[in-house]
């Protein structure tokens, strides 16, 4: 098998057509995936994608070209594409310059035993079919799907300025959907499980207690109502928070975004812009998050606090968004893969904890709604405008201070702003989850992130419902 | 370069049942821009080859990048072991058969795929000029245009092989207005057919209108509205509720709420829709479908009657019937069935009459989480990033920031009552403008 060509060369080869700044990314990613549908195996698919992509700057004018063909005359053409495209925007882009920064030369793997690409297909099928069936078990479930996701993520940086950097990730997990039917009504409810890990990951866990729970909830879920719309106290888990923080004000947060004065956030490093007790991190190497120790621009990604007892304190930036805005880099230049540019992106973002019980937090609440996230589909934000609107799946009514009634169809919209400001508890614990089966959208590109916090208690929630 | 038909005779010496190899060559030029000026201009070039294996009833699949680190032979033998290490599927009928297309002019366009950086680079800076001239408080947030030039070929092991080149572009823009302390925003993302197809005068003028409306935009109170859904959000939301309800294999695995509805009302009789793969212009045209199937035109719903699913080749051979030409999948992956242009039929009001006949409604242009929509259990919801509050017939004032939530399948069947005249296209779906009775909308 051929081995990762020489990039160094190519830096050179970029200087002289030209280019001031040269940045090229070798990627390559191994994924698995596995579906079991109702008891057969509905998928099983390996993914082998590698190439690379040149940055340039020619005459502070950006060029990128990709190309998944790795001889020599193929990444020269790459770089004649990248250089021909900075040229060819010339005095209609901006005048890009990047951020100093320490020449990293690293070689970094990420925490694993055992690889999961060395693991025979019969096991992961059989923990895939157990799974599947366990959760088949209860009367009233129609069909349950289970998956299985692998991934092994291996990236080079190297620069003209010289910067050499290599990270390896891998990355595992299994997700399970049961749909529930009942007098001609039908939900379903999801839950998974991933961790930056080896294969023993995997065997660690309990998945027919997963599966056996989530079927549960959408049987409970099927016979619920939808809770009536309007405003509530909420108390969110901290799924529920990670995806919370990460759409309604991460993205805003991101310093691209602030330079293209599209974010609520823009100007207002300083102010006041949530309740004094909420703090929000970004960083790169976390307990139950995406591993992350490396930007693709090669620079290191420490811990980035956003806000700071309720005070906005920086942006997310990578080298070019970092001297527009007059900052420090921040190690947040991401890119999905060899064929994208990188954007500012996220990497493990949450809220860090307070020093309430999850009894405590319910206490006080009269009427209200706990959100628990199984089941939960993502959300948006739309950061110009500051509005957010997410679903978040299973759900119960609080009652005097205890649990109810679980309700379904739940989806909370806001302002950004607003709801920070309304969060009037925090709990102890910080959880952080990360996901091999989705990540975060931006500008077309997808990428692996980590979300969290504790449990949050937020007032005034819009909550969307019959 | 891959020799494809030697790949697939390789793979019957190997212990292969049947194979289906397809390879995907594209070029994407782009440029974007932030504020006034390019911030990116990209060329990107891929190879890939996907290879699908049947060993009896077992099943197995890889693909990748086609380069100097893989070797396709192995990619090969990597399919044939997972599907030897595999559990028997005992409905599966082997790998489609009966590859063929139909031909479309115009799906693929000379222009569009020669359309160079500089190109693009003239198009963004127009865009920016249009916002800027439009209107002073005005300016662009982001602008980005993309043309993508791609060619894919499918082979299997029954000596049949399909192929086709066609074009597409990307257009996305957003615009902010600033007036005093009053702050809005306002963009779209498109997709189209040819570079031409992208008006962007009228693109940039509605966008910059819309932006300026946005500076009055407001919540509204909770309670229940008329939903007025411009055609493109409706398209998408289509996409999300009935695309996959009408998907033969979630029919098939019991998670559709249409099983066992074929033949039986589902919408009210002035509803119809009609897959119509074969219009160039519909970014969802294509000439045959993931397996190289030839796609067709046909009812899915006829006056309210559910007249079929859609299948792809496995799902139709479980029912003993003929693939629709709807399968979807990456590459080296089994198939599921989706729309390719699923089209809401017309009706007769033109937008302005739908909007005169609203006594109290949202007129809804854009939405954030919509796809966050269930097609299970029905609930449809969204929140309002632009929209306007009707009363009486006439546009009031921009709304934004409020949740609407309604149930998909009784929409269908009782509450949307009127559809406009002219069709917009999303990527795989298409709607005019329509009217729902009577929704809930989460705000103040």
């Known amino acids: 098998m051929a081995e990762i060509p020489d990039l160094e060369k190519f830096l050179t080869y970029a200087e002289k057509l030209g280019a001031e700044h040269v940045t090229i990314r070798f990627n390559n990613t191994k994924y698995e995936l596995i579906s079991v549908v109702n008891g057969v195996v509905s998928e099983y698919t390996y993914t082998d994608m590698s190439g690379i992509g040149v940055s340039v700057l020619v005459g502070k004018s950006p060029g990128f070209s990709s190309t998944n063909s790795l001889d020599d005359n193929s990444i020269k053409k790459a770089v004649e594409e990248a250089v021909n495209a900075a040229k060819a925007v010339k005095g209609k882009s901006y005048e890009i310059e990047l951020a100093d920064v320490k020449a990293a030369k690293d070689k970094v793997v990420g925490p694993y035993k055992v690889c999961p690409f060395d693991i025979d297909e019969k096991e992961k099928i059989e923990i895939l079919m157990n799974t599947n069936k366990a959760a088949r078990e209860l009367d009233g479930i129609k069909s349950t799907t289970t998956r299985l996701g692998l991934e092994l993520d291996r990236r080079v940086i190297v620069s003209n300025d010289g910067i050499n950097v290599e990270v390896t990730t891998r990355l595992v997990g299994l997700s399970h959907i049961s749909v529930a039917g009942e007098a001609g009504s039908m939900e379903r409810v999801w839950d998974s499980r991933s961790q930056s890990a080896g294969f023993e990951f995997i065997r660690s866990q309990n998945w027919n207690e997963m599966a056996m729970e989530v079927s549960k909830m959408a049987l409970e879920l099927v016979k619920a109502s939808a809770p009536k719309a309007g405003k509530y106290t909420v108390v969110l888990h901290p799924d529920v928070v990670g995806l919370l923080i990460h759409e309604a004000f991460g993205h805003a947060s991101e310093g691209d975004t602030v330079y293209a004065n599209a974010s609520v956030l823009a100007n207002r490093i300083g102010e006041d812009i949530a309740a004094r007790e909420v703090s929000v991190v970004d960083e790169g190497v976390i307990e139950g998050g995406y591993f992350f120790p490396y930007d693709d621009e090669g620079v290191p990604k420490g811990k980035t606090y956003i806000v700071k007892d309720g005070k906005l304190t920086g942006y997310l930036t990578s080298r070019a968004v970092a001297k527009a805005l007059n900052m420090s880099p921040t190690g947040n230049a991401r890119a999905q893969d060899f064929r994208n540019q990188v954007l500012v992106r996220q990497t493990n973002y949450y809220i860090e904890p307070g020093d309430m019980s999850f009894e405590e937090l319910l206490e006080d609440v009269d009427y209200g709604i706990y959100i628990t996230g199984k089941g939960a589909g993502g959300g948006e934000v739309n950061p110009a405008a500051g509005t957010f609107t997410f679903g978040v799946g299973y759900s119960r009514l609080i009652r005097d201070g205890e649990l109810a009634e679980p309700v379904r169809g739940v989806t909370l919209t806001g302002m950004i702003l607003d709801v920070l400001k309304n969060v009037d508890g925090l709990g102890k614990s910080l959880e952080i989850r990360t996901s091999v089966f989705g990540g975060c959208g931006k500008g077309g590109q997808r990428v692996r992130v980590g979300d969290g916090g504790p449990y949050v208690r937020v007032r005034n929630m819009i909550v969307g419902g019959r | ?444």
Not at chain 2, 122 to 148: F, H, Q
Not at chain 2, 363 to 388: A, D, E, M, R, V
Request: aromatic share 6%; hydrophobic share 35%.
């Open chain 2, 1 to 444: 370069m891959v020799d494809i038909e030697s790949l697939v005779k390789r793979a019957e010496d190997l212990g292969a049942s049947d194979v289906r190899i397809t390879v995907i060559k594209s070029k994407r030029k782009s440029v974007s821009s932030v504020g006034e000026k390019i911030y990116q201009s990209n060329v990107v070039t891929s190879y890939n080859i996907g290879i699908f294996v049947s060993v009896g009833k077992r099943i197995g699949g890889t693909s990748a990048t086609v380069n100097e680190l893989v070797n396709v032979e192995d990619l090969l033998l990597k399919a044939i072991k997972i599907a030897k290490n595999s559990p028997e599927d005992k409905d599966w009928p082997g790998i489609a058969r009966g590859l063929s297309k139909v031909s479309i002019s115009g799906v693929h366009d000379k222009k569009t795929a020669e359309t160079t950086i500089e190109g693009l680079a003239d198009a963004v800076m127009r865009s920016c000029e249009l916002v800027t001239s439009y209107d002073k408080r005005l300016k662009p947030i982001s602008t980005g245009i993309a043309v993508v030039e791609s060619e894919t070929k499918i082979v299997n092991s029954y000596d049949e092989s399909v192929s086709s080149a066609e074009t597409s572009v990307m257009f996305s823009a957003s615009v902010k207005s600033k007036d005093g302390i009053k702050e809005g925003s306002y963009g779209e993302n498109r997709i189209f057919r040819r570079i031409d197809d992208i008006r962007l005068k009228d693109l940039m003028e509605n966008i910059s209108r819309r932006a300026l409306d946005a500076l009055d935009a407001r919540q509204i109170g909770t309670g229940s509205y008329d939903l007025v859904f411009e055609g493109l959000l409706f398209s998408r939301v289509l996409e999300v509720m009935l695309g996959p309800a009408i998907s033969a294999y979630n029919v098939q695995m019991n998670r559709s709420p249409l099983k066992d509805m074929l033949e039986s009302e589902i919408a009210a009789d002035h509803i119809s829709f009609v897959e119509r793969p074969h219009e160039a212009q519909y970014p969802g045209a294509r000439e045959f479908d993931s397996e190289g199937i030839a796609t067709k035109t046909f009812h899915v719903v006829e006056k309210g009657v559910l007249r079929s699913f859609i299948y792809d080749y496995y799902t139709a051979s479980k029912e003993g019937r003929e693939s629709t030409g709807n399968a979807w999948g990456g590459l080296g992956q089994r198939t599921t069935p989706g729309p390719n242009n699923i089209v809401l039929m017309p009706g007769d009001a033109t937008e302005d009459e739908i909007i005169e006949e609203t006594k109290r409604g949202v007129l809804i242009c854009t939405s954030i989480g919509y796809w966050l929509s269930n097609y299970i259990s029905g609930q449809l919801n969204g929140t309002i990033s632009h929209g306007y509050l009707i009363e009486n017939g006439e546009i009031k004032h921009a709304v934004k920031g409020v949740a609407f939530s309604d149930n998909f399948y009784e929409v269908l069947k009782s509450k949307l009552d009127l559809i406009g005249k002219k069709l917009i296209p999303s990527s795989r779906m298409a709607s005019p403008m329509v009217r729902i009775r009577g929704s809930t909308i989460a705000g103040l």
